[in-house]
């Protein structure tokens, strides 16, 4: 099982990213996706989760309104668009695959002027 972040960077407040999760050595859409983010001394928290089909989505109440989870089963990635970025969303966003255990490495964002 490998999971793969990409797409993380430095953004001015209000600006948008989107993130991408490339999965493979599993069958990746039979699994529900979720992505977590971690700042430094504190806990990983969950973000956003998808089903494996992609037809129900759930997010953090801090994040509800500005983040887009997503899918592309045909490409075995997961993505989170993030929009109306606020500086205290500077984290390193994770992707985890909830029944393998997984954990891809982290992707840094800062949202920073």
């Known amino acids: 099982v490998q999971l793969v972040e990409s797409g993380g960077g430095l953004v001015q407040p209000g600006g948008s990213l989107r993130l991408s999760c490339a999965a493979s050595?599993?069958?990746?859409?039979?699994?529900?996706m979720s992505w977590h983010r971690q700042t430094p001394g504190k806990e990983r928290v969950l973000v956003a989760t998808?089903?494996?089909?992609?037809?129900?989505?759930n997010y953090a109440n801090s994040v509800k309104g500005r983040f887009t989870i997503s899918r592309d089963n045909a490409k075995n990635t997961v993505y989170l668009q993030m929009d109306s970025l606020k500086p205290e969303d500077t984290a390193v966003y994770f992707c985890?695959?909830?029944?393998?255990?997984?954990w891809g490495q982290g992707t840094q964002v800062t949202v920073s002027s």
């Open positions: 985890f695959a909830p029944r393998l255990r997984s």
């Open positions: 050595g599993f069958t990746f859409s039979g699994y529900a």
């Open positions: 998808i089903t494996s089909t992609g037809s129900t989505t």
